[in-house]
């Protein structure tokens, strides 16, 4: 049988923080996807950048866009390529981020700019791209800042914005913010892009903490995950008016952390019809199938090999895990766990 192989492009963020020596996971990774099987490749270190957390792929453009979550954030450009049946990166440059640690980028439908979420900072950043995709200037084009807090001292003194989303319809940019329990809304310029203050579009039960955000196919329920309160929150979406009401709290997985372990949920994803959501802590995917009015119930739990499963990527089928702190790449199908590879500190999981 001939095998079929998909590139996957791997963001890491290793537990000794900003600046640990290269091999130890401080750069973007490529590691093979046999599409039949699902079986994994060897890993290869393909660039050296600081705290790649996350990831973005243009590939009209032909670029990947890397975070740089650190104290000074940027936001690095690649061109991707192909040598010897592989895909490849070259830097193109990198940019301030418009904030301290950005955790999260989207690309604009536009081709022109590029939305930042930068945690520490809270702020929400748009860069300027170049016309052959890459990062232009010495300063973000806007940076977009809030106030507020939450009633969970220790995470929610100020705001923390944890990522960002493109509202169903394209006339807003959502920005879900862990520390004030809201989705910031702003007013989208579709020509250009750029943004304009637009108030909240959702606000959550104090001291959910949202975390990551997916809609449903036709774009009337947004799922959330909510780090804090360990629920994934499902809204009523009104894509006319870009506002989200909350109709349903789920818990994100079943109890299980033990002594000293605390559940985090972490990043959602619609597949099909079903929802997905890993659980750091726990260590577990949880799918959950939506009812005719969005609202979900449990269908299911996967006990994960690796530690702290930050993010994961559905691929032609295969779900693969980032299990961070398990220096591991898992893939599961079926509720069953595929196969594995070790890699140091995997933090996001993005298709080449």
Do not use: K
């Not at 800042?145 to 220790?154: I, K, Q, T």
């Amino acid at each position: 049988m001939t095998e079929h192989l998909r590139d996957l492009w791997i963001g890491t963020y290793p537990s000794a923080g900003a600046g640990t020596p290269a091999g130890l996971g401080e750069g973007v990774w490529r590691v093979a996807l046999e599409t039949d099987g699902g079986r994994l490749g060897e890993p290869e270190l393909v660039v050296t950048t600081p705290a790649p957390s996350f990831l973005a792929v243009d590939r009209q453009a032909g670029v990947l866009l890397a975070v740089g979550e650190e104290a000074d954030g940027t936001v690095t450009a690649f061109r991707t390529g192909t040598a010897d049946g592989h895909a490849t990166l070259t830097p193109l440059g990198s940019v301030p981020s418009g904030g301290a640690d950005p955790c999260h980028v989207l690309l604009d439908p536009s081709g022109r700019v590029a939305y930042v979420a930068n945690y520490s900072s809270g702020t929400l950043a748009v860069l300027a791209r170049t016309p052959d995709g890459g990062l232009d200037g010495d300063a973000p084009l806007q940076v977009l800042g809030h106030e507020g807090s939450g009633p969970v001292a220790d995470r929610q003194e100020a705001p923390h914005a944890h990522f960002v989303a493109l509202a169903p319809g394209g006339s807003h940019v959502l920005v879900v913010d862990l520390g004030t329990d809201e989705i910031r809304r702003y007013r989208r310029d579709p020509g250009t892009g750029l943004l304009s203050e637009d108030g909240i579009a959702a606000t959550l039960r104090p001291g959910a903490g949202p975390r990551h955000l997916a809609f449903s196919a036709d774009g009337r329920i947004a799922y959330v995950t909510c780090e804090l309160d360990v629920t994934v929150a499902v809204l009523a979406w009104d894509v006319e008016r870009a506002t989200g009401r909350v109709v349903q709290h789920v818990p994100a997985a079943e109890d299980g952390a033990g002594p000293g372990r605390r559940a985090l949920p972490s990043h959602v994803e619609r597949a099909g019809d079903r929802v997905l959501v890993a659980t750091r802590g726990t260590d577990v995917l949880a799918t959950f199938a939506p009812a005719p009015d969005g609202t979900l119930a449990p269908a299911g739990q996967v006990s994960l090999p690796g530690a702290w499963p930050r993010h994961f990527a559905v691929v032609e089928g295969w779900t693969v895990v980032a299990d961070q702190v398990g220096d591991s790449l898992t893939v599961l199908r079926d509720g069953a766990v595929v196969s594995r590879v070790a890699l140091p500190a995997p933090a996001c999981v993005v298709p080449a």
